[in-house]
Each structure stands twice: as structure tokens, then as C-alpha cells.
């Protein structure tokens, strides 16, 4: 399969932005993010074979309602300002990229096994490399024609200045524009860097494992409702905690993926060792401090859950009490919060936790992330609701969540260490509870 950029442009707002909004100070939130892209991708079947010049409408429609969507999200068409901690809105433009692809798009589904995302999924954006190739652009997107007039829709986004709820807000008001016109789409809230303002602080975030000139490689693992409902099952007939709280997919799927990376790392190195967990919480709506719903920025602290060895043999379900336990603690602090300072002290402490226990050379990492039960798979610019939404490759140590587009499913995109993965994909409880 052959992706040819036939062009590529700064897709400026359809109006200038007004100079009173030139500048939006980013939030002490902001500043922890990492230095990468989020990106996914959206599929778009044509339902049947589409004349030449139907293709190039639905081309001309796609570019001309982002133009108009970016004057409500206009900071996405500005430049990340790092030593002033900002974005200077002006109007600079988004990267905005068309490209053909020389096969069927039905084709292409049918295909994408786990071994598409490496080899072609991440043609289909415009940056290949999330980290790599990070900027002061904030927002770039690449529109792929398919041969049948299907299209994928790769977007790419600073998480320097939004999180995934930013991603796919803009994503269905770009959809609604497109589809219905500019007035449906409403404008995000711009305020967090007001009510979380930026701090003098050390500049470090989720750090990231050096693979050592190791290829790191992404697969896609798919839980499907039936595989979720037996995992629930076993934390239920167990007698720990966990079973009292009627655990979420996202708690045992992530438990459940936790323990076959830890017995990755102990085959490895031939112990069991400590491991962390990280998960990214969005606060929005709970807190006291009102923050709105439609928030603008990074609204998400790290949820940690810490696993040390013990003599006894640890279980699934205990992964999952150490999760949920976390989860609340979290939740409790953030409906405890009354002020900025305090969000904020709680947030740079898990940092800082999360560093400190890196620290020690014998302690893994795995960082999770979820855009379970955001609805991306509503997202319809006027020629039907996407068949699939995917991810791309990501850094090492670091898993995907989304859903199924059946919504009982969870579909988690995992990238470690080419090795590690190797012996992760054997696992027989992972090759018993998933499929690609």
C-alpha cells in the first residue's frame, strides 16, 4: 500500500483571530504534559464508488469547515511558546496535508492485524514519530483519499496543550461544522490558564524508557465484552476488596495487562521486581474549583498504584484492588480540593513520586492511558459514522485504551521493547482473553 502526499499547507482560521486573544497562557497542568502528539485516526467508508468529482468535494468540504472550526479553536492554529509557557495565537496555521492511497479502504480494514500499526498506520499522519518529531506546531492533520473515496483522517495533537477529551471535542466540532454548519459548533472554555496559572517549576513529565537502540513495537490487543465480563468475574469470586467494588473494564484490563508485563520483567531478569503504574485521571467536573466541562488544556493528574514483591503469590485480583484503591484515592483528594495550590501540590507530588521510585534501578513502569467511553465512534461529517478509530505507534512502556465500536469491548494499543513484546504476546492468559 502506497500513501503520496500530494500537498501540504498551513490551513489558516476562515477569520483572523481578534488581538485581545492573541496570547493564552497555558496551566500549571499544561507544563507537566509530555513533549509529544497525540494522534489517532478516523475511518470513513465511501459506500460505494465515488466519481472524481464527489471526491474532490468532500476534499474541498473537509479543508474549508477546519478553516472555520479553527476560528473556535483558534489556539490549535498558533505556536507553542515553551519559555514563556503559552501559545501565541496567530494564526501561524495547522498543518494540513492531502494524501492518496493507492488500494480499497474495506481492503485495509479487513487487513489491519497487529502488524499494520507499525508498517502503515503511521503513514496515515503526519508526524510518524509522536516524540521525535515534536514542535511548536499544535496542530497538524492529514486527509487520505483511498481509491473507492473512503477516507482516513489522521490528526495529530500537541499534548502540551490538550488532552485526549481536547482531541476529540475538536474532532466533533470539526464533524459538525462539516456536516451541519460553524453555528452548531461551540466554543471550548480558554480559562484554565486562569484558574490553574503556570508555576516556576522544574520542567520534567511522564518520563520515558531508552530502549537502547531496541526497536520498540506496537500491537493492538482486543477484549472483547464476553473476555471483560469473565475478568470481572474472577475479581468477583475472589475474597479481596476488589470484589466489593464492582471493578470498570478499564480497572480490569489494565490490572490484567499490569500483571503479564510484570511477568515479562520477571522472566527477564530472572525476579519478580517492584513496578509502577501510572493512569491519566481527568478531573474535569470534579473538583470544587468549577472547572468546566469543555475545558481547553491538560485537565488530568497521574493516578499511581505501586506493586511490591512479597513472599506470597500475587493475583489478578489483587492488581485490581491496588488499582481501584488508587482510583479512589485520587477522586478523593481531587473532591477535596478548594483551591488552585492545593490541585496542583497534588498533582507535582505524584510526579515527584513517580521519579522517586524510578529512581531506583530494580522498579518498572508502565504507563496507561484511557479514551474509553469518549465518542469518537459518533463522530460524522455528513457521509456516515466512522468504522473504526485507531491509534498509531506510541513510546515504549505505554498502553492505549479505547473502546470497541460495539462500546463493550476495550481495544488496548500496548508498545514496549521489541523483546519484551515478543513475550508478552505468549502469555497465555493473553492469548486466551484477546485477539488482534
Not at 473512503?150 to 482531541?167: E, R, T, Y
Not at 511477568?263 to 472547572?291: D, G
Request: hydrophobic letters at 40%.
Amino acid at each position: 500500500m502506497e500513501v503520496r502526499v500530494i500537498s501540504r499547507k498551513l490551513l489558516k482560521p476562515s477569520v483572523p483571530t481578534p488581538n485581545h486573544l492573541k496570547t493564552l497562557k497555558l496551566s500549571c497542568i499544561d507544563q507537566l504534559a509530555p513533549s509529544a502528539f497525540g494522534s489517532f485516526i478516523f475511518y470513513y467508508p465511501s459506500n460505494g464508488d465515488l466519481k472524481i468529482s464527489e471526491k474532490e468535494a468532500r476534499l474541498e468540504k473537509l479543508e474549508k469547515s477546519l478553516s472555520e472550526t479553527l476560528t473556535r479553536f483558534y489556539p490549535l492554529a498558533g505556536r507553542y511558546i515553551e519559555d514563556r509557557d503559552s501559545i501565541d495565537c496567530n494564526d501561524e496555521g495547522a498543518e494540513y496535508l492531502n494524501a492518496r492511497v493507492d488500494s480499497q479502504l474495506a481492503l485495509f480494514l479487513e487487513r489491519n492485524s497487529d502488524q499494520y500499526v507499525d508498517q502503515q498506520l503511521n503513514c496515515l499522519i503526519p508526524f510518524e514519530n509522536e516524540a521525535l518529531e515534536f514542535s511548536q506546531m499544535v496542530l497538524a492533520v492529514q486527509v487520505n483519499m483511498f481509491d473507492c473515496g473512503g477516507l482516513a483522517i489522521g490528526v495529530c495533537l500537541s499534548h502540551k496543550v490538550a488532552d485526549g477529551f481536547v482531541i476529540f471535542s475538536f474532532m466533533q466540532g470539526w464533524a459538525l461544522a462539516c456536516k451541519v454548519g460553524l453555528e452548531e459548533v461551540v466554543c471550548p472554555s480558554f480559562d484554565m490558564g486562569i484558574i490553574l496559572s503556570s508555576r516556576d517549576v522544574d520542567k520534567f513529565s511522564i518520563p520515558v524508557r531508552e530502549v537502547n537502540g531496541m526497536k520498540p513495537i506496537t500491537k493492538r490487543f482486543v477484549f472483547n465484552g464476553d473476555a471483560i465480563s469473565k475478568l470481572k468475574a474472577k475479581v468477583m469470586a475472589s475474597s479481596g476488596l476488589a470484589a466489593k467494588r464492582h471493578p470498570s473494564r478499564v480497572e480490569v484490563v489494565t490490572a490484567f495487562i499490569w500483571k503479564a508485563r510484570m511477568l515479562v520483567a520477571q522472566a527477564k531478569h530472572r525476579h519478580l521486581r517492584p513496578s509502577v503504574l501510572t493512569l491519566a485521571y481527568n478531573f474535569r467536573e470534579k473538583t470544587s474549583l468549577h472547572i468546566p466541562a469543555n475545558a481547553f488544556g491538560n485537565v488530568f493528574k497521574l493516578v499511581l498504584a505501586k506493586y511490591k514483591p512479597t513472599k506470597t503469590k500475587f493475583e489478578f485480583p489483587d492488581l485490581v484492588g491496588l488499582i481501584g484503591d488508587a482510583i479512589s484515592k485520587t477522586t478523593a483528594e481531587c473532591l477535596k480540593t478548594e483551591n488552585p495550590d492545593d490541585l496542583f501540590s497534588s498533582a507535582i507530588n505524584s510526579m515527584r513520586e513517580l521519579h522517586e521510585s524510578l529512581a531506583k534501578m530494580e522498579t518498572d513502569i508502565c504507563v496507561f492511558t484511557s479514551v474509553c467511553r469518549f465518542p469518537y465512534y459518533e463522530i460524522d461529517f455528513g457521509w456516515g459514522k466512522p468504522a473504526w478509530v485507531s491509534s498509531v505507534q506510541k513510546p515504549t512502556d505505554i498502553v492505549l485504551m479505547m473502546d470497541t465500536k460495539c462500546g463493550t469491548g476495550i481495544e488496548a494499543w500496548a508498545t514496549f521493547e521489541e523483546q519484551e513484546m515478543l513475550l508478552f504476546q505468549k502469555d497465555q492468559d493473553i492469548i486466551s482473553f484477546t485477539s488482534n
